[in-house]
């Protein structure tokens, strides 16, 4: 697989912020925590123990979240793309096969997949999510190719698992109106038969 100009010169300056040591502590943290998408399964894990109204969807977004990580990791063993060389990187990693970004892949598996279960996960796992795509480029262990694919991939993955995952609509076991109003458009009044008094 050739990379291209635009590859090289995007992963070139984002490894340069790296240089900065703030920058590079907050990259390696996001990178260890991302590891075999620990944080998002270990998120996963606390969500469906406190939300209990919606606790399978949590532990199925869960398991998507790692079936999706699965599958790039088998995807790098069939396309085999080196690692980047130029710079030296500022974390080790897990292998040494670089397409997709297995961070990237479980990063957009569980925004999509958490992010439908409640409110909260839709506002806070996607800059979590986005920032660990990016400490990816930080370290310097992956092309931006790399890290759009394996975004893409969790993404599709997860749209794949959402019907199982399901996001319920009537919390509390509460079940759809038979007649359902459109809203400004209250029901009218019910009828009663018989003479009046």
Request: net charge positive; charged share 15%.
């Amino acid at each position: 697989m050739r990379y291209s100009d635009a590859d090289h010169r995007l992963l070139s300056a984002l490894r340069d912020c790296g240089a900065q040591p703030r920058v590079a502590a907050v990259a390696r943290a996001f990178s260890l925590a991302g590891e075999h998408g620990a944080v998002w399964l270990a998120g996963g894990a606390l969500a469906a123990a406190v939300d209990r109204e919606r606790r399978a969807g949590w532990l199925r977004g869960a398991v998507v979240v790692a079936g999706a990580h699965l599958i790039s990791m088998g995807v790098k063993r069939v396309v085999r793309r080196p690692r980047p060389t130029a710079r030296e990187p500022l974390v080790r990693t897990a292998g040494r096969h670089s397409f997709p970004s297995s961070h990237a892949t479980s990063a957009a598996a569980a925004t999509v997949a958490y992010g439908a279960l409640r409110p909260a996960g839709a506002r806070l796992v996607p800059p979590l999510a986005a920032a660990m795509c990016v400490s990816r480029l930080v370290v310097g262990v992956h092309y931006p190719s790399d890290v759009l694919a394996g975004a893409l991939l969790g993404a599709a993955t997860a749209r794949l698992g959402a019907g199982w995952v399901g996001s319920p609509q009537f919390p509390g076991g509460s079940q759809p109106l038979s007649n359902p109003q459109p809203p400004g458009h209250p029901r009218p009044p019910l009828r009663t038969t018989g003479a009046p008094a």
